[in-house]
């Protein structure tokens, strides 16, 4: 950790529809009160719709923000981050200290920082680590698509049951993050498995890097050393996995999927793994339902169920063959297709000392 040295006012993000729509009275009450109170200097920016963020980041004057915070959930930070890489001087706009406040219905970033508070609790927790204002590396992974789309995730890539159960619990918003058990419990009464291929690049894994030639001189990002083009076999030390029907595969890069949920126990925010846990097809129901029950205190690895599958890995390929069907990147819906991701090991900064 370092103290964050760049002058400036912070930008203070916040989407007002973001939970159940009370950001705007978090950033009116305390959040409001605890910046002054430490005298933080920030402007408040209100995003109007999808998106806005990203394109205000992708423009804004970078050199008098001292950091981006956001006050949302996971799905507004997503936008900053690719809004970043947008922009012409994305080598130096993704090294801008972002911060987040939890004022989302998914808010697994905040809870990964701050466990093991919660709700009110988790949002002062960051707030104070806000104005204690220590900055770190921040893992990104880069992905590529089949429509040679390529985006910037810093939390997580899921298809099966907990990409549907995301975006199927949408219109139980107004619940808070009880949508997502809520839209657990109804996905399991119509359980079902999704086919096709994984594969991945264990950690570690440096002998395979690729000598690609550089990737395109206007192409935004780090050269993505690990990867194959998509099309193409993966390198010959990537592991191919044998099973194609699962019931989930989760990659995520921190350890909670959501405030209760602790899907990778040991995951850092630049530990540069990317932690791949997925379930085989074959497993039952209640099995499923107990390795999620186990999950709210990150205990599921040692339940040792024969059909949870979990590593660490640099890369991965993903290709589904069920279709249609719902991939998510850090919660919000991504194109369906084939993708493949390799981490970037610290390649952001995030104020969490
Ligand atoms: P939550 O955790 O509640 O889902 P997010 O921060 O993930 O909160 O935001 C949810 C979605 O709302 C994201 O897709 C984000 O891009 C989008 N969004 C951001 N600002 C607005 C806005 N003003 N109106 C509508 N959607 C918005
Ligand atoms: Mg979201």
Redesign the pocket.
């Known amino acids: 950790c370092e103290p964050n040295t760049r002058a400036g006012r912070m930008m203070v993000l916040v989407?007002?529809?973001?939970?159940r729509g009370q950001a705007m009275s978090l950033y009116a009450g305390p959040v409001q009160r605890l910046l002054t109170d430490a005298a933080v200097p920030h402007a408040l920016i209100?995003?109007?719709?999808?998106?806005?963020?990203r394109e205000l980041v992708r423009s804004a004057d970078l050199s008098e923000c001292s950091a981006l915070v956001?006050l949302?959930?996971?799905?507004?930070?997503?936008?900053v981050i690719n809004g970043l890489m947008e922009r012409e001087d994305w080598e130096q706009a993704i090294l801008t200290p972002l911060a987040i406040l939890p004022?989302?219905?998914?808010?697994a970033l905040a809870a990964s920082v701050a466990d093991p508070v919660w709700g009110v609790e988790l949002l002062l927790s960051c707030g104070f680590l806000l104005c204690k204002g220590l900055v770190r590396p921040l893992d990104v992974l880069s992905l590529r698509l089949s429509s040679g789309l390529r985006l910037f995730s810093f939390l997580s890539i899921a298809w099966g049951f907990i990409a549907d159960v995301d975006i199927e619990s949408e219109r139980y918003?107004y619940m808070g993050a009880v949508r997502f058990v809520v839209g657990a419990l109804i996905r399991l009464a119509s359980f079902r498995t999704y086919q096709g291929r994984l594969a991945f690049l264990p950690t570690p894994g440096d002998s395979s890097t690729l000598s690609l030639p550089r990737p395109h001189p206007e192409e935004h990002g780090p050269p993505d050393d690990l990867l194959a083009p998509l099309g193409e076999p993966v390198p010959a030390d990537w592991t191919v996995v044998e099973e194609q029907d699962f019931v989930l595969v989760l990659a995520t890069s921190h350890s909670h999927l959501a405030e209760d949920l602790v899907a990778a126990p040991s995951a850092g925010p630049a530990d540069g793994h990317i932690h791949l846990l997925y379930v085989r097809a074959g497993v039952s129901r209640v099995a499923l339902l107990k390795l999620f029950v186990a999950m709210e205190k990150g205990t599921h690895l040692a339940c040792e169920c024969p059909h949870l599958v979990y590593r660490r890995v640099r890369a991965l390929r993903l290709e589904p063959a069920t279709s249609p069907g719902v991939i998510t990147v850090d919660?919000?819906q991504a194109e369906y297709g084939p993708l493949q991701a390799q981490v970037h090991r610290g390649y952001a900064r995030l104020i969490s000392g």
């Open positions: 989407n007002p529809l973001s939970g209100v995003t109007e719709h999808q998106n806005h963020a956001i949302s959930g996971d799905g507004l930070l997503f936008e004022g989302g219905s998914g808010n918003r919660g919000e």
